[in-house]
């Protein structure tokens, strides 16, 4: 990856391109790369839909080896859902086959003058930007059969739907799985409303005639790889949970713990948890005939993901993540797993963060617009005003905040404008640290606290006590900074923090991949460096540490079962960012 | 004798069961409850009693609520 793609689409007389040397990102990848471009290109001040924004798409360190777990992709630019920086990332086939292009970025800047629609086809040779305003307004299923016909089946898709295009703050960028389905998304923080606002639809991919990136050392390399798999196979999280049963297995612990938000925030624990859990869901899965057991990348070796049918035994959408089992589900009273795959599928389809769109639509449910617990009201907010662009879709697209703000609610769980995730920060009190203090606004991955919280993986922290979890939170953050940079899914975390030989064998598998040494001590300066950038970007933006707080609810209201607050002061808050 | 709301997760459930009463003697422990269902001890990864975490020492009291899961993770 030795190269970097800058297409301008507001030049005149139409886009542009110019393939630059990759030159200070060349050893880097993921978050690192995007949030440096960003901190170094995008003014902090401007608007996230105007032509001074860019949107910087980049695969991770290892994206494009033989390494395992190597296929995230990372996307950054100023988000127009928190007005911060943002990097989001997905799994999916394009950052194996973007790499494999040799390509550390590629950065759209500018704008079109016009109001044409582009599709971007990248291959070994050359790079072709052409108009095809055929596809105005498809949504992404429909719209990646339609690219299908052209491109074939041997490439990756990165794709925008109607939320995209109409510049939606939830909208997200959609990237093919290995059968070519649309459905793993870089949800979070309306990255897919940039691509929209450079009328960018599609981006295609196609390494025919590339290889792997080879290793410097491949001896070393490759009994790195064979130590790491080992590792994430060993381990009972990655090896045997998350296979057979998702991530949404972390309902029923969620919920036996009193910490699953319910019905907007109201009480910790959901009477219908048990019908809508990982066990029930992953039953149910093998019963239609889809998958329990399905990997969203070739080259991973842990499988979370599954097949969900309907109850016709048809395709309906990819196994729903317990953050949309949730937001569809619990957050809006909802406890009918055949509505939540549906509004899972709309979302892929329309091109919605999940975890925006379900809580906004919990909140509307709070502010009257819809009783909680309405299955078909649910689907029709997504499918007929999201998806059809009416005023009431716009305003719910727009995120939970904009949808608070417009039915007069109280009770909004946002920071820095972005909705918080699956754990509720009362019972969970290190999750609330990283939502309150990350420079993405609330994000669960950012720094999973609840591993060590409730989980009990790489360590034992009290979840129900404040003592403790910023040093925990800030470690966590650090740590998942540089593993963001890696192009590793995070999953790889439950492994390599129980297991110093496998995190070790991480390190091996990035020195022995570009002939250096790399110890821990790196990965921390590096996720240091990288969280630092993005503070200072947020801070030129207007960010202050009063936005580091959760909405003040969560600290006088109190939640049931544990009937806590969340305890955690401020000045502790405050000190995340300093060390030494 | 006392009466314990016993749940169990994941793979625990498989030639188990998903919920039931049952009961035990008085001073029985977590301990006790996971060997009597032949749970192998270094497969727990989280134990919650009336939704708190507990050790496999915690002594368990009429209606208490028991929750046995494996070791997962998600997110």
């Given at each position: 990856m030795d190269k970097i793609l800058r297409i301008n689409m507001g030049a005149s007389g139409g886009p542009s391109q110019a393939v630059e040397k990759a030159g200070e990102y060349t050893a880097l990848g993921g978050r690192a790369t995007t949030s440096m471009i960003v901190a170094k290109e995008v003014p902090p001040d401007c608007h996230p839909?105007?032509?001074e924004n860019k949107l910087v798409i980049a695969p991770g360190m290892l994206s494009g080896t033989a390494a395992a777990m190597s296929g995230r992709i990372s996307v950054g630019c100023k988000s127009p859902l928190t007005g911060g920086i943002k990097e989001s990332n997905a799994g999916g086939q394009a950052a194996q086959v973007m790499a494999r292009l040799g390509y550390a970025a590629i950065i759209l800047e500018g704008k079109p003058a016009t109001d044409d629609l582009y599709k971007i086809h990248i291959d070994?040779?050359?790079?072709?930007?052409?108009?095809?305003?055929?596809?105005?307004?498809?949504?992404?299923?429909?719209?990646?059969?339609?690219?299908?016909?052209?491109?074939?089946?041997?490439v990756a898709y990165m794709t925008i739907g109607s939320a995209g295009e109409r510049k939606m703050a939830a909208a997200s960028i959609a990237c093919s799985d290995p059968e070519l389905r649309p459905s793993r998304h870089c949800g979070r923080g309306g990255v897919g409303a940039v691509m929209g606002a450079k009328q960018v639809k599609a981006i295609i991919f196609d390494d025919n005639g590339c290889k792997n990136r080879q290793p410097k050392d491949p001896e070393k390399y490759k009994a790195a790889n064979r130590a790491y798999v080992e590792g994430i196979r060993k381990h009972a999280v990655s090896g045997e949970g998350l296979p057979a049963y998702g991530t949404n297995i972390l309902t029923n612990v969620l919920n036996e713990a009193g910490g699953y938000p319910t019905n907007n925030f109201k009480t910790g624990f959901f009477e219908g948890g048990t019908k809508i859990s990982g066990e029930a869901q992953a039953e149910l899965e093998i019963k239609r005939g889809g998958l329990a057991t399905h990997g969203c990348h070739r080259g991973c070796v842990i499988q979370c993901s599954g097949i969900y049918n309907d109850k016709d035994g048809k395709f309906l959408t990819k196994q729903p993540e317990y953050e949309t089992v949730w937001s569809h589900g619990g957050h809006c009273g909802i406890d009918d797993l055949d509505t939540i795959a549906m509004l899972d599928f709309l979302d892929d389809n329309i091109g919605v963060d999940t975890i925006e769109m379900g809580v906004a639509v919990g909140v509307a449910m709070d502010g009257g617009v819809i009783e909680f617990g309405d299955c078909e009201g649910a689907i029709r907010l997504v499918r007929d005003e999201v998806g059809k662009g009416t005023p009431l879709g716009r305003i719910l697209g727009g995120g939970a905040e904009l949808t608070g703000k417009a039915f007069a609610v109280e009770r909004v769980p946002v920071v820095k404008g972005q909705a918080l995730p699956a754990y509720d920060p009362r019972t969970v009190q290190g999750i609330g640290v990283t939502y309150a203090t990350s420079t993405m606004g609330a994000d669960h991955t950012a720094g999973y606290a609840v591993a060590t919280n409730i989980l009990k993986v790489g360590g034992d922290v009290d979840p129900l006590k404040p003592e403790g979890q910023v040093d925990l939170s800030r470690n966590l953050q650090i740590a998942t900074t540089a593993i963001d940079a890696t192009g590793m899914c995070l999953f790889i975390a439950f492994p390599i923090l129980d297991q110093p030989e496998t995190f070790d064998a991480l390190l091996d598998l990035l020195g022995s991949f570009y002939g250096i040494e790399m110890t821990g001590d790196d990965v921390v300066a590096l996720g240091k460096k990288v969280l630092t950038l993005e503070r200072e970007f947020n801070k030129k933006a207007g960010f202050g540490a009063e936005d580091d707080r959760l909405p003040r609810f969560f600290k006088t209201e109190p939640l049931a079962p544990h009937n806590l607050t969340f305890a955690v002061k401020d000045e502790e808050l405050d000190e995340l960012y300093n060390w030494s | 004798?006392?009466?314990?709301?016993v749940k169990l997760f994941a793979s625990f459930r498989i030639?188990?069961?998903?919920?039931?009463?049952?009961?035990?003697?008085?001073?029985?422990?977590?301990?006790?409850?996971?060997?009597?269902?032949g749970i192998p001890e270094g497969e727990i990864g989280i134990l919650l009693l009336n939704s708190v975490h507990v050790d496999l020492k915690r002594q368990l009291v009429d209606k208490d609520v028991l929750a046995i899961f494996p070791l997962v993770g998600g997110g």
């Open positions: 839909l105007g032509a070994k040779d050359k790079v072709t930007i052409s108009v095809d305003n055929s596809l105005k307004l498809m949504d992404n299923y429909p719209l990646v059969e339609k690219l299908r016909e052209e491109y074939g089946d041997k | 004798m006392i009466q314990v709301n030639g188990r069961f998903d919920r039931e009463i049952r009961e035990y003697p008085q001073a029985t422990t977590v301990a006790d409850v996971v060997k009597e269902l």
